[in-house]
């Protein structure tokens, strides 16, 4: 099928989830940056805004689905291009178990069901299942579905955030200990620019679009605008509205959904629930969809010469793997402390692939020199907010940068062996 432009804005809206954001990681923000979270959540939309620049600029000159690693490849070579597309499918695949485990906690701690595996296992089950019906036998319906929900969670976020603005008490900030040359300001940062690592995602259906690609980049840009403006007024509502619970906010999101019902009326929590499902839902079919088509496009361009397998039996593989990490986690360290493993995992991954987009960018001289200056500059930013991270991390942080490394060495050993094969297979166009 061919994408109209409110379908290319909407993939990439999608891809953010901005009500999953409001319930799940400006909690984590909060919890690093506390009352500067709204200072953390500007600084990681500039960041990643800069990050985003480069996609502009060779999308205008390269329509391929393949997206991040045909960019790679136009003046890093084949061997950087698989790299890139390998970190990306990974980190992408990760996106719906965190998802998936954030929500069943979120939503557990709030009911208080009884028989809590019972109930993380079913939901989970019951999600993957609805997810899987468009992705598999009918994509056409994905992106109807993508649109719709996303006019929907908009809506109810920019709402939910006018109420506290209005309800809030004082209009200010609390004093906070942490600045951005202390505590672990950056590592919320990281986590603000997961935030928007969606936001690109849109670049993988421009090849079956009916717009051209100058048109094309303004969805980009209006869906990334879109979402900073939501994501950084959300979480100036969520500081002045909170004040001196902002802690307790950051160290159980539910907490929220009993604050909201106390202060204003039980329909803002069941609101907030309902948007976090929807919310949940629509970001893992957006990102799944636009896994799939990436991986479709990288077969067809960059891996031309080798046939692997074909995208639904990819994607049936990587929900298996998906249910694998779901019972894992949850037979461990629990669905919440999995959830911020992975939060964590996907910002890095997700930080290396736009470096190596900027470096591409920075070294084509095919470019104006104050085009690949961009490049530099987000390669710049990236580096300030993942060093930053690094420096002053938590502990529990540590055991994230181990799967960072093992993602990184699959994927240096994975495009070394995959080039070997594509140089050995005869090119037969």
Known sequence: MNFTFRQLTFQSFGSVGPALNFVALLP????????????????????????????IFFSTRIADGSGYAAYAMYSLGYRASIFTGLIYIMYSFLVTPNILMFSSFFIHSYFDYGQKILFDLLFSGVLILILSIP???????????????????????LL?????????????????????????????????????????SGIFLFNRSKINPSKA????????????AVMILSSYSLTIFLGGKLGSYSTNPGFLLKILGLDIGNFLPFLLVVLLLLS??????????????????FQNSVLKKIKYTDARTFFAMLLLADIGILLFSRATIGFYS?????AELVSLCYVVVHLIVGASLLSSNRFRMEIRIIGFLSISLLLIAMIGSLLNSSAFFYITIGLFLLIL?????????????????PDKS
């Open 280 to 297: 949940a839902y629509n970001l893992m079919l957006s990102y799944s969809h636009a896994l799939l088509n990436m991986y479709e496009n």
């Open 28 to 55: 984590l923000i909060a919890y690093f940056a506390g009352s500067m979270m709204p200072v953390a959540t500007a600084i990681a939309f500039t960041v990643s805004f800069m990050s985003f620049l480069p996609i």
């Open 217 to 228: 980049n303004k969805t980009l840009l209006l869906s990334y605008s879109l979402t900073g």
């Open 135 to 157: 992705l598999i036998k009918k994509r056409a319906l994905a992106i109807s579905a993508i649109t719709a929900i996303g006019v929907i969670e908009i809506s109810g976020i």
């Open 409 to 425: 060495l699959f994927s240096i050993v994975g495009s070394s062996l995959i080039f070997g094969n594509f140089r050995l297979v």
């Open 160 to 200: 939910l955030s006018i109420i506290m603005i209005l309800m809030a008490k004082n209009i200010g900030f609390e004093i906070s200990s942490t600045t951005i040359f202390t505590g672990n300001f950056w590592e919320g940062v990281m986590i603000g620019v997961l935030m928007f690592s969606g936001s690109g």
């Open 338 to 342: 999995a959830f911020v493993l992975l």
